[in-house]
């Protein structure tokens, strides 16, 4: 693993105790080039690893509340009319940032949830039929409450498919927990965390992941896996294409942070269900997580990795 990348996750386990295991998720997330939805209960932690981990890799980066009120110019900006030479210009909304933290995304109306879904995939933003490109590198940081939460609106699978990965903080360990109340401070001062990264080197270690080799073997067993969810007798939705490229990506940061350029079965495992979880099931996870296994486990049981050789 690159010195900067294990001070990010030192630094973050500093903060968000006992979560490692999804600090280095938020990492994978972010040098697969892709999208990141963290969702929980409020008060899990949600919004501390977005504000650390932005400020940690040191890009710009901007918040936005989303509110029930919140309108799509707000986040990707509005030409005005300038009257003293009958023209119009384009002010820069929030998203004119290397970093996006959509805090509480699924607060906000669906129409302004949908002002994100160019920008996500295609890192520009249209406003009156011109295009306006995004800072590079781009990502979108999303959190929101579960959806069975009075005042949310569900995200629509177009949108859920545009996030490389979801992940849930979850209770922390109790000895974490004893560690906070016991150790408790009132405010993290963000501004004082180090900038572990800059901008060329992120842009130098995501072009590394992308030449992490795959086998044969590995493409094999993704698709075996996407294959396992489009079966007319499967539960939850069918994983698309773009989900199999962000399974691979995922897999190889994942192997990356790990030390290695190769992709073992293990990485994929490692990602699938942050991966996948939320494709397969929709907005209806909490219903599908009060099966005995989960959706994503049923799947990864069904496709055994055994049987296929890696080179």
Not at 123 to 134: A, K
Not at 181 to 190: A, G
Request: aromatic content about 8%; some cysteine; overall charge negative.
């Amino acid at each position: 693993m690159p010195q900067q990348l294990d001070q990010v996750i030192h630094q973050l386990n500093q903060i968000i105790l006992g979560k490692e295991d999804k600090i280095k998720l938020a990492l994978a997330c972010v040098l697969a080039k892709g999208h990141l939805l963290i969702e929980d209960l409020p008060g899990m932690g949600k919004t501390t690893l977005a504000h650390s981990l932005a400020h940690s890799l040191g890009l710009s980066y901007q918040r936005i509340q989303f509110t029930s009120d919140l309108l799509p110019a707000d986040v990707i900006g509005v030409n005005i009319y300038q009257q003293n030479d009958n023209s119009f210009s384009f002010h820069q909304g929030a998203i004119f940032n290397q970093i996006l933290l959509a805090d509480e995304i699924n607060r906000a109306s669906p129409k302004t949830q949908s002002a994100l879904l160019e920008a996500m995939e295609e890192g520009q933003v249209s406003v009156d039929g011109t295009s306006y490109p995004l800072p590079t590198p781009f990502f979108v940081i999303a959190t929101q409450n579960p959806v069975y939460h009075a005042g949310t609106y569900p995200l629509p699978e177009s949108q859920l498919d545009r996030f490389t990965m979801r992940i849930t903080m979850g209770f922390p360990p109790l000895v974490a927990e004893r560690a906070m109340l016991t150790h408790q401070q009132q405010r993290i001062d963000y501004q004082s965390l180090s900038h572990c990264l800059s901008s060329e080197e992120l842009l130098k270690m995501q072009n590394a992941v992308q030449e992490v080799h795959s086998s044969a073997a590995i493409i094999d067993y993704i698709l075996a896996l996407t294959s396992a969810t489009r079966r007319a007798d499967f539960a939850g939705l069918p994983l698309s294409p773009r989900a199999a490229k962000s399974l691979l990506s995922a897999a190889k940061a994942w192997a990356f942070i790990d030390n290695r350029d190769f992709v073992l079965p293990e990485d994929v495992q490692a990602v699938f269900d942050a991966v996948a979880s939320h494709r397969i099931d929709g907005e209806n996870h909490h219903l599908a997580n009060n099966q005995n296994t989960p959706l994503f486990a049923q799947i990864l049981n069904q496709v055994d990795a055994n049987n296929l050789t890696f080179d």
